[in-house]
């Protein structure tokens, strides 16, 4: 479970740039370094979440789990933002999701 923990807590950094890319164009390139780094932040908890030690179960349900601690750990950045920032939040859903088929695919080959 160390290396899933690793793989996923890099995941979600590298979803976090992807997304900070995102938001930061949406906003004009105006946004706040403070709101980037949370956003950042936000996904590489997302990524710590979905990494945790869970017990093996099916792909689907796998995914499904993903989801849901995306959905968990981004409506706390969503409602910081005065539930402005919509797109950010599905984002996390998705990223939860993204984060568990790459984490469900390498499990097989660990």
Not at 21 to 34: H, K, M, N, W
Request: proline content about 2%; overall charge positive.
């Amino acid at each position: 479970m160390e290396r899933r923990m690793k793989v996923a807590l890099i995941g979600g950094a590298l979803l976090g740039i992807v997304c900070v890319v995102g938001a930061y164009i949406r906003s004009g390139f105006s946004a706040s370094p403070g709101f980037v780094f949370s956003l950042w932040y936000n996904r590489v908890i997302i990524g710590l979440a979905v990494g945790a030690p869970w017990k093996i179960i099916i792909r689907r349900k796998a995914l499904l789990r993903g989801a849901f601690l995306g959905l968990l750990v981004s409506f706390a950045f969503y409602s910081s933002t005065g539930f402005q920032d919509h797109i950010s939040f599905v984002a996390g859903i998705l990223y939860g999701v993204i984060l568990e088929e790459w984490l469900s695919r390498g499990e097989k080959q660990l």
